[in-house]
């Protein structure tokens, strides 16, 4: 058994398994993934400016572009210099734009939880708000806290502290925090009013949610048009006299990661901000489209100028913008085709809606314009080519920027041109020794699976693969499950940091296949919502299977020589993969992989015993008995996506089973490593554990 106490494999790696790596391939782990990550990209309200968060190799930071003068003129906002652990977030600029207010620590997925600490920083740590002028200064605490707005006049911000919104002077810096009121449930972010007179937030309380609406001159809270339902994404009109939100049927089933394709129809509604008395604008039709999906936006709902209410549905199985008008009637499709729109935004004068979607590049993202106020829209394309572009915002005047990314250099920001030209704003945070010549362009590949669906994957094949020998292989699956994997760099952080550990994995000689195995988005609702997926049959299973055979298949691939890694979803797929059919993989990575569904939704076991019973049957865990394959099994203990419980119990039937297992815990750490260093040691051991199992295997 090849079982590691934590840190054993450490010593091991750093002197000998560097040495032998870097004589075998061009680059570096550390430099593939040294490029900052962009993300957080945030138009100034005033001015030609945009703002966003650089991580580079764990140090996050705020940078700010003007292209007021033609040429962007980036510099830095904040100078932290340790990779500790600590994220930034929930930007908001104040309405002049000569201001930017952020959070810095704690847990932006679960803010409820208590704040991660996975550098053991001995002091603790804290979630804190503060502002930093844009021409340059020190940043100013201005208090604990997160998700902070701020009033149109500039003077006031609210944000959330101790589960209740608090409001602070930002014209007073001797200004206490004050608590604007108490209400029961888990509050929502505050979102001011355009006139600043009254905040809207929304207020979960179990099985049902409220939007409620506080007045700042009558201190007073109303809820709007109260249900049983699910109230969310409240949207102001822009006279601060309505409010929009989605309103969702719960799911009382229990259940989850299954299919729905149906269920009770969601509706948008309108509600009176004052009185709160609410009408029903539109509801989803029964069948295809019932199901609220949401976008991968901040903003579900966007109220523009000509008084026109921009929402997203897929009432023909795929998501797209739909608008109606704010009085009623029938909402125009916006975005027709078969694609999935993904990122929207709209402009501060609430004319200009810009979006990414997949249209025509299924395996890619490009951004796209249109009006939401014309009888026949159109639609117009405003970024091309072979890259990818997504979180598009429009700054004063019109002007698009974007997060963009190709197949050699991840996310950044840049600006796009009339023309369609998009030039990058801060070029100088591209390391000089940045392997980025020596990356592979990855193709696209269609394969059939197991049950005959066809699947998209991205194939990275290694700089020596006309030598004429068979190669190791590797098949690598994504998380989520709702992600999908891109012809290039991705735009999540995780994503991004798995695309450069398959760039690494391909220097080393191995033919990577990255697979976008059904429940995934960018295909479709009936792809997305994949039948018997998951706890109720893992149907994604056949997919996998249809990744291995296809890379047995290939003339160029050592059939003996397959492995299979992946993360958190990934993971899952991974063990199932390794216990189900070790005698097509013949070693595997498991990154906190879900191996029990059970484990993940005890409350299977008491409310739903069929449901536990075949959601056990869906689990890498029952089929051990069959699993013979070695494993490297890696995950922290802070994980608040996937219970630690699971590697726990993996690790336990493996020993028992006397299957060859290795682990390696990272203590305080989360779900997706909030360290740098925590990526290079994990993807480190990954890289040589397949050497070592992989490699070694080469007759």
Not at 282 to 291: C, M
Not at 471 to 480: D, M, S
Request: some cysteine; hydrophobic content about 40%; aromatic content about 10%.
């Amino acid at each position: 058994m090849f079982r590691n106490r934590i840190g054993k494999l450490i010593a091991f790696f750093c002197p000998f398994m560097l040495i032998a790596q870097m004589a075998a391939q061009s680059f570096t782990l550390e430099q593939v993934l040294s490029a900052p990550f962009s993300s957080g990209l945030l138009a100034s309200p005033a001015g030609a400016r945009v703002v966003w968060i650089s991580n580079q190799s764990g140090r996050r930071n705020l940078w700010v572009a003007d292209m007021a003068g033609g040429a962007p003129a980036a510099h830095p906002l904040t100078n932290y210099t340790a990779d500790d652990g600590q994220e930034i977030g929930n930007l908001a600029w104040t309405p002049n734009g000569q201001s930017l207010v952020y959070v810095r620590g704690g847990d932006f997925e679960f803010p409820a939880r208590s704040f991660p600490n996975p550098a053991l920083l001995a002091d603790g740590v804290e979630q804190s708000i503060w502002i930093v002028p844009v021409a340059g200064g020190v940043p100013r605490k201005l208090a604990d806290g997160r998700a902070p707005s701020v009033s149109a006049d500039g003077k006031t911000l609210a944000y959330l502290s101790k589960e209740q919104i608090w409001t602070l002077s930002l014209s007073d810096e001797k200004a206490q925090p004050t608590q604007l009121f108490h209400a029961r449930g888990t509050i929502g972010a505050p979102l001011w009013s355009p006139d600043g007179k009254s905040i809207a937030f929304a207020s979960k309380r179990g099985d049902h949610a409220f939007i409620g609406v506080y007045s700042m001159a009558q201190q007073t809270i109303v809820y709007l048009d109260p249900s049983t339902e699910l109230d969310s994404d409240p949207s102001w009109s822009p006279d601060s006299r309505q409010i929009a939100f989605v309103r969702i049927p719960p799911d009382i089933s229990g259940i989850e990661f299954k299919a729905r394709r149906e269920a009770d129809p969601w509706s948008l509604r309108v509600a009176d901000a004052a009185t709160g008395t609410g009408r029903e604008l539109w509801r989803a039709p029964k069948g295809r489209g019932s199901v609220y999906h949401a976008l991968a936006s901040e903003d579900q709902i966007l109220w523009t100028a000509g008084n026109h209410i921009i929402f997203p549905a897929e009432i023909d199985g795929w998501e797209h913008l739909y608008s109606i008008v704010a009085t009623g009637g029938q909402p125009a499709l916006l975005t027709p085709g078969e694609f999935e729109v993904e990122h929207v935004a709209m402009g501060p004068e609430r004319t200009n809606v810009v979006f990414s979607s997949n249209q025509g590049d299924i395996d890619r993202r490009h951004v796209w314009q249109v009006s939401p106020d014309s009888s026949s829209p159109g639609l117009k394309q405003i970024t091309h080519g072979d890259g990818i572009e997504v979180f598009p915002v429009v700054m004063p005047g019109g002007a698009v920027a974007v997060l963009r990314s190709d197949a050699r250099v991840p996310m950044r920001p840049a600006v796009v041109a009339p023309s369609g030209e998009m030039r990058d704003v801060a070029p100088q945070l591209i390391p000089t020794d940045y392997p980025a010549a020596k990356l592979v362009v990855p193709q696209q590949v269609i394969f059939a699976a197991a049950d005959g669906m066809k699947i998209h994957g991205q194939l990275f094949l290694p700089p020596n693969i006309s030598d004429g020998k068979k190669h190791p292989a590797l098949l690598f699956l994504h998380g989520g499950s709702r992600r999908e994997m891109l012809l290039g760099w991705h735009y999540m952080e995780y994503y991004s940091n798995a695309y450069g550990m398959n760039q690494y994995l391909a220097s080393l000689g191995y033919i990577v296949l990255s697979a976008n195995y059904r429940s995934g988005i960018g295909y479709g609702m009936e792809f997305r919502e994949a039948l018997n997926y998951g706890a109720t049959g893992a149907s994604e299973f056949n997919d996998v299977m249809g990744a291995g055979l296809y890379l047995r298949g290939r003339a160029d691939v050592d059939p003996a020589r397959i492995g299979v890694w992946g993360g958190s979803y990934g993971g899952y797929l991974t063990g199932l993969a390794l216990a189900r059919s070790s005698d097509l993989f013949a070693a595997g990575v498991d990154f906190h992989g879900v191996h029990d569904w059970n484990l993940q939704y005890p409350s299977y076991a008491t409310t739903q015993p069929e449901a536990a019973r075949l959601a056990l049957e869906s689990s890498p865990l029952a089929s051990v008995k069959t699993w013979t394959s070695p494993v490297l099994l890696i995950q922290g203990d802070d994980d608040r996506n996937v219970p630690f419980a699971n590697t726990v119990r993996m690790a336990a039937a493996l020993r028992s089973a006397g299957i060859p297992f290795e682990e390696h815990v990272f203590p305080d750490e989360i779900h997706g490593f909030l360290l740098h260093r925590s990526w290079i040691t994990a993807y480190g051991l990954t890289a040589d554990f397949f050497d070592r199992h992989l490699k070694a295997a080469q007759k």
